[in-house]
């Protein structure tokens, strides 16, 4: 299906944004961290080089939890969290939260609905709207709601793991205290050095970030091993009554609890986003037999330590760590913490790419960072809204235990769509009974209620700030979205099918041009404004005219052999339509080079691109409320220059404007 750009039928990617209901298509994956990933999107290397590379971008998230999330746990626990049946409750609690949220829901049933290989919130909403067979409203809310509280999950996650990882320096041996007040200016600055390098690419720096994190990984349960036998007893939390007694006896404190509980398992989403760059296999093996069991072995020893020394209730973590190794323990935690970021700035960049193509966002200017590795992208203005973001949250809430309160309903929230999605594809893709579905869906779906709900209790601490946040980015999209279905249906209605210009031109011949004209729109059936306005001021027509339309497809990627396809409408017209899959980026310059061998053939420097450009004006009488169209004229505005965008050589291109009331 084709879509229009509100800067003109400039050829922008036919997406579900700009269709009559925007609902037909869906976005890509919200993590994907292509800095570990070859061409088509798949990192090319062997099993186990699989299963280091998934270690590295999936699991740095979880994997930096135990540094704050034992500690906020135990905190809010009545007297501080320092008596055994809190201990033992606490340790329960997240074990089960691991083996429930992560393994079962995660690894073992969400990772069987993939999109072509893809996954992720978002590739999980194309699936369902392929399993639907029709447009859905419902479906795609949910995919946009995904997409805004992954915005708003990826200002948190940078700050909280470096802010927990750099406060290991306030319980450094013999110096405890001294370091204080400069675990936030070195945060700050740690942060602002991670966004400042993103123009660069992290291609050069992302092969050791498998190795890395797979020592830290090696780190926590070492120092697991090491503590547990403080208190072997602390095995005795591996049963799951423990944790439902701890509940009852905090009544509706446990409820508080509970939301501290998740911490441990955010970033648990990210092992579905990242199966197209890894495959379900390395990731599976990467989860049960390297990182569970690490995670598993450090709750235990932080519990023991905890058990023995009530008083390391106050830093379990850091109070694991032996004096002798202290200082690189901490240096490591650092480095864990800052590739868990990088992760989420690169996801953050390959969900905006993926909006962009889909029409739910305006173009941005993307640059690629690697000219030998797919996927490696930079976006400024995303870049700049993440470090401004954080920096804010730094001045607002300057402890990782300030953080941790504003930190998880964003990522409840996307796992809780994840599992609205997930009936879709029970019902109509896997054609599962209504009493089959219900017993798989209902016992997720009410684990996801009650972290919501135990979330949503820090709302008041800062858990605002996510969920305004997301509501922001759910209105600038929707706003994007019905301003081009408006702009569509406008310029539909006013103008001339080409078919009926064609014939025109048969019986009034106007002058002809040497050379070939593309005409970009996104709508091949209507004759495009830039022709239109060429025959009018300009009075000729080309020898040779090609009316070229961009789509987006609800998969991945396309491959070379249906990337292009050519109709021919009359000896002097030619539709040409180029696809991509939402993971792509458009490349017009390379994707004619296909033609070639379709049999249209011409020389791209003595080719004219026209590409019509509308100036957009607010209207109070019709369309969207006032305030709202001036939103939308101010990102047309601010949006990519179609030629760079498309990678159209500048000095090809004519731009012909004309003026449309929205």
């Known amino acids: 299906m084709a879509g229009a750009s509100p800067q003109g039928e400039d050829g922008a990617s036919a997406a579900a944004a700009n269709s009559p209901n925007p609902a037909d298509k869906s976005v890509a994956p919200a993590h994907p961290h292509p800095a570990a990933a070859g061409e088509g999107g798949h990192v090319k290397a062997g099993k186990w080089g699989l ?57 073992v049933f969400l990772m069987k609905a993939d999109n072509k290989g893809e996954g992720g919130t978002l590739a999980l909403m194309a699936l369902a709207q392929h399993a639907v067979g029709r447009r859905s409203g419902v479906i795609f809310f949910l995919g946009v709601c995904g997409a805004a509280l992954f915005y708003g999950d990826g200002i948190i996650t940078p700050a909280v793991s470096v802010v927990g990882a750099i406060e290991g320096l306030k319980d450094a041996p013999g110096l405890r205290g001294v370091f204080d007040p400069y675990v936030l200016p070195v945060s700050a600055g740690i942060l602002i050095a991670l966004f400042m390098v993103q123009s660069k690419g992290t291609a050069r720096v992302a092969r050791f970030f498998g190795p890395l994190t797979l020592v830290w990984f090696l780190v926590l349960a070492g120092l697991g091993v090491l503590h547990i036998f403080d208190d072997p007893s602390i095995f005795r939390a591996l049963s799951p009554h423990y944790g439902v007694l701890f509940l009852i006896e905090n009544g509706a404190l446990g409820f508080i609890i509970l939301g501290s509980v998740f911490l441990a398992v955010t970033g648990a989403e990210a092992l579905y986003a990242d199966m197209g760059h890894f495959g379900k296999a390395p990731i599976r093996a990467g989860w049960l037999f390297i990182v569970l069991p690490s995670l598993t072995l450090n709750y235990l020893g932080q519990g ?34 800052c590739i868990a970021s990088q992760a989420v700035i690169t996801g953050a960049f390959s969900l905006t790419q993926q909006a962009v193509q889909l029409g739910l966002l305006p173009r941005i200017d993307i640059r690629p960072t690697s000219e030998t590795q797919a996927g490696q992208i930079f976006v400024p203005s995303v870049n700049m809204f993440l470090m401004v973001g954080v920096l804010v949250l730094l001045v607002l809430f300057p402890t990782s235990s300030q953080l941790t309160s504003a930190y998880g309903i964003a990522v409840t929230g996307a796992m809780f769509v994840d599992t609205l999605l997930a009936w879709f594809i029970l019902r109509q893709m896997w054609k599962w009974s209504l009493p089959l579905s219900l017993a798989a869906i209902v016992p997720f779906a009410l684990l996801d209620i009650v972290f919501i709900s135990s979330n949503a209790l820090k709302i008041p601490d800062g858990a605002w700030l996510p969920l305004v946040l997301g509501a922001a980015l759910v209105l600038l999209m929707w706003t994007w979205v019905r301003g081009t279905q408006i702009l569509t249906d406008k310029t539909r209605k006013d103008s001339l099918p080409l078919t009926d210009l064609i014939e025109m031109l048969r019986a009034r011949p106007p002058h002809r041009a040497l050379g070939t004209a593309i005409f970009l729109t996104s709508d091949p059936d209507v004759a495009p404004v830039a022709l239109m306005h060429n025959l009018k001021h300009n009075k000729v027509l080309h020898e040779k005219n090609v009316i070229l339309t961009v789509r987006t497809t609800d998969r991945p990627r396309v491959p070379e052999s249906q990337r292009v396809t050519i109709e021919p409408i009359s000896d002097d017209f030619k539709k040409l339509t180029i696809s991509y899959g939402f993971m792509e980026q458009p490349n017009i310059p390379k994707a004619l080079g296909v033609c070639r061998k379709q049999g249209l053939k011409f020389d791209i420097m003595s080719t004219s691109f026209f590409l019509g450009r509308r100036s957009v004006v607010a209207s109070a009488s019709q369309g969207m409320p006032l305030w709202q169209d001036r939103l939308f004229i101010f990102l047309t505005r601010n949006a990519a220059n179609p030629t760079d965008f498309f990678h159209i050589p500048p000095g090809r291109v004519v731009e012909l404007g004309t003026q449309v009331v929205v």
């Not at 939890?65 to 626990?77: F, K, Q």
């Not at 901490?330 to 913490?337: D, G, H, M």
């Open 304 to 337: 023991a330590l905890v058990l023995s020394d009530p008083s390391a209730v106050a830093n379990p973590f850091f109070r694991m760590i032996p004096e002798v190794v202290y200082w690189p323990v901490v240096l490591l935690a650092t480095a864990a913490a």
């Open 51 to 107: 299963i280091i590379g998934a270690i590295g971008v999936v699991f740095g998230d979880i994997g930096t939890s135990p540094l704050y999330a034992m500690r906020e746990a135990l905190h809010h626990s009545r007297g501080g969290g320092a008596n055994e049946l809190a201990i033992l409750g606490v340790v329960s609690l997240v074990f089960w939260a691991l083996i429930l949220v992560v393994t079962l829901k995660y690894v």
